[in-house]
């Protein structure tokens, strides 16, 4: 029996998708939620399985294809079994092109996933040569890293091996490499999105530092004791400040808000995003009614969607909507920076880099960990004298963690 393998249905925000990869050509078998195909659209990779066992007789859109909501992919004979003998070149569609294509679509039958096919492609790696721990042999990205460490690891060329290899030129060299690679669909839409932002927005900055210790004090006394509680939950940074963000977003509605048109929309509700790196670029995850999480279940949530878009499986509706937005660059060393806003929202805290200073307290030179904070904010609808007290009141929160508890 014929069975039509469709796209998933888009929601209203997205028009349209891109075929990313194929992992089954024409005349392979499949089975039953077993990974085909790959969609890119605006915002995630969104995979799509096949429905029951069978072999693929026919594919109806190639990689690079735009396509739309519930369109025709593949036709699927359900329960057939793959010939021994493989189909014409003519007839083969999207396996035709993977024999042609790069050494990462060209590996054999081991799938590879989006961020592995990066990382091969990039490294221009055999794939053949990378072992799988995936479901049913792919290749992850963890799977390329592991190989790579275990090539740094060989063993040097013995002296006289060297000898016999040809003589390196000393100098600059005569070819100068480049690398044209199209952006994908979703970094193309990052990059229209942050244009559109400082084109129709008037966003202003504002800065403050803050003084970790008494954070930095609680986290390491009840670090181990949180951990087991919330059952393998860690007590980082990022929930405090989300937790500093939804009281402070309650005591100046302005910074929660979003412009529609000639109107100004005040949300009564906290949706925090957090700014997640992923290979595919940043995205923003949301954490819906932060306000009535707990810390715990702000560090819970956020961990557990850094693991789902590092592996591409975030959905549309966990980057939907979202009233303000949290970004941590001191992970990776950033000391101070102006976050580009995220609209239609008015708001976005930037943390940073902590770092030993010598600071004047109480009259004497005290080495305090201290961190810059950065406020981007909307001028259009948020004045400089309400941005700065919304930094100010998450300094305060910040530097005395009680404060949040007790909603002072």
């Not at 210790?213 to 940074?237: C, D, I, W």
């Not at 009564?268 to 290979?279: F, K, L, N, P, R």
């Amino acid at each position: 029996m014929a069975i039509e393998i469709k796209a998933p249905a888009f929601p209203e925000s997205v028009a349209d998708g891109e075929i990313a990869t194929w992992h089954k050509g024409e005349g392979d078998a499949v089975s039953r939620d077993e990974l085909i195909v790959e969609i890119e659209t605006d915002k995630v990779v969104m995979e799509v399985l096949a429905p029951e066992d069978g072999v693929i007789t026919k594919i109806h859109a190639q990689e690079g294809d735009t396509i739309e909501s519930e369109q025709l992919l593949a036709t699927l004979d359900q329960g057939a079994a793959a010939s021994a003998e493989a189909p014409p070149a003519k007839d083969q569609g999207a396996s035709a092109q993977k024999q042609a294509a790069t050494p990462a679509e060209s590996a054999a039958p081991a799938q590879i996933g989006p961020a592995a096919r990066q990382l091969i492609e990039e490294n221009t790696l055999d794939p053949g040569s990378i072992a799988g721990t995936g479901k049913g042999g792919r290749i992850t990205k963890e799977d390329v890293l592991n190989h790579m460490k275990s090539a740094d690891a060989a063993p040097a060329v013995s002296p006289a091996a060297a000898a016999s290899l040809p003589a390196t030129p000393v100098g600059p060299s005569s070819e100068r490499v480049e690398k044209r690679v199209p952006m994908t669909r979703m970094r193309a839409k990052i990059a229209e999105r942050l244009l559109d932002a400082t084109q129709q927005t008037a966003m202003l900055s504002t800065f403050n530092e803050v003084n970790m210790a008494p954070v930095m004090a609680l986290r390491s006394k009840y670090k181990e004791q949180f951990e087991k509680v919330h059952n393998g939950t860690r007590l980082g940074f990022m929930g405090f400040f989300v937790k500093a963000a939804c009281e402070a977003l309650k005591r100046f509605p302005a910074v929660n808000a979003s412009i529609d048109g000639n109107d100004v929309v005040y949300h009564g509700y906290q949706d925090i995003g957090v700014a997640v790196s992923t290979e595919n670029g940043l995205v923003v995850p949301v954490l819906r009614d932060a306000d009535f999480m707990s810390l715990a279940d702000v560090e819970a949530a956020i961990r557990d969607l850094g693991i789902r878009a590092k592996d591409n499986k975030l959905t549309i509706d966990d980057m939907t909507g979202g009233t303000f937005t949290v970004t941590n660059g001191g992970v990776f060393g950033s000391l101070l920076s102006t976050p580009i806003l995220n609209p239609p929202q008015t708001g976005i805290l930037g943390m940073h880099k902590i770092q030993d200073r010598p600071m004047a307290v109480n009259g004497q030179v005290v080495i305090q960990p201290m961190m810059y904070l950065a406020l981007t904010y909307d001028h259009r609808i948020i004045d400089g004298k309400t941005a700065v007290q919304f930094l100010v009141a998450i300094k305060d929160l910040i530097e005395d963690p009680a404060r949040i508890l007790l909603q002072l």
